[in-house]
């Protein structure tokens, strides 16, 4: 189980706002690389447990759009 992860899918945001942290309820999004990369840190050191990076390139399709723009555009993931 992997305790801090689930926390953080319950506690932030479920839009995209000016912090820079939010989720969907599966995975936790981050406006920088380094914010994902220190959650990953975190998660391992916490949980032990690996996560997967990544980014959404702004090509890519993926959830419901906001203002007008897909949502995931621009964002790194962390999903655990």
């Known amino acids: 189980m992997i305790v801090l992860y689930n926390f953080l899918l319950t506690a932030l945001p479920k839009q995209p ?16 690389k380094e914010q994902a990369s220190t959650l ?18 702004y090509g890519q399709k993926k959830g419901a759009k906001v203002n007008g723009r897909n949502a995931y555009s621009g964002w790194y993931y962390l999903y655990c």
């Not at 990953?40 to 390139?57: F, I, V």
């Open 17 to 32: 706002d000016q912090n820079g942290l939010w989720t969907d309820g599966e995975q936790i999004l981050c406006r920088t």
């Open 40 to 57: 990953a840190d975190l998660m391992y050191l916490t949980d032990k447990k690996y996560c997967t990076l990544g980014y959404y390139d």
